[in-house]
């Protein structure tokens, strides 16, 4: 079993949902990406959004997940430091988040776009998760 999958397992152990999960259109993003959705049980389709690809721009993913508003619960699956970049703009911080590869964050945010800073609910790098144990 992959790193990733154990991963996602841990956190479909500690109860995360997700409502979609979007994607850089990138091969080895989306890959991640489809073992998010399958891991967690996300029933709808990959939304690929070219802004989070490399050099894709913060404010250009918080306007394409605008489109999205209805779904409350999106995971964003993307490359460094943009990542991190979106997630220090998300909360209002002026330094980005280091992520390494497979690590997870909760933001809150009260709209997309943002009217103000989210929220930065919980962090877990990926070594964190996959040591959730089984209940």
């Known amino acids: 079993m992959s790193r990733l999958t154990e991963g996602v397992r841990g956190l479909a152990r500690l109860g995360v949902s997700l409502d979609a999960v979007a ?13 998010v959705a399958a891991g967690l049980e996300v029933s709808s389709a990959l939304i690929v959004l070219e802004s989070l690809a490399p050099g894709g721009s913060p404010r250009d993913v918080l306007r394409d997940l605008a489109r999205f508003a209805k779904r409350k619960r999106v ?10 970049e979106l997630a220090a703009r998300l909360i209002g911080a002026s330094e980005p ?18 009217t103000q800073a989210g929220h930065l609910r919980w962090f877990a790098p990926p070594k964190m998760l996959r040591g959730v144990p089984r209940p």
């Open 23 to 35: 994607t850089s259109p990138l091969l080895r993003a989306r890959q991640t990406a489809d073992i």
């Open 75 to 84: 995971a964003l699956v993307g490359h460094e430091p943009g990542l991190g």
């Open 97 to 114: 988040i280091a992520f390494k590869k497979g690590g997870v964050c909760r933001i809150d945010i009260d709209a997309a776009p943002p």
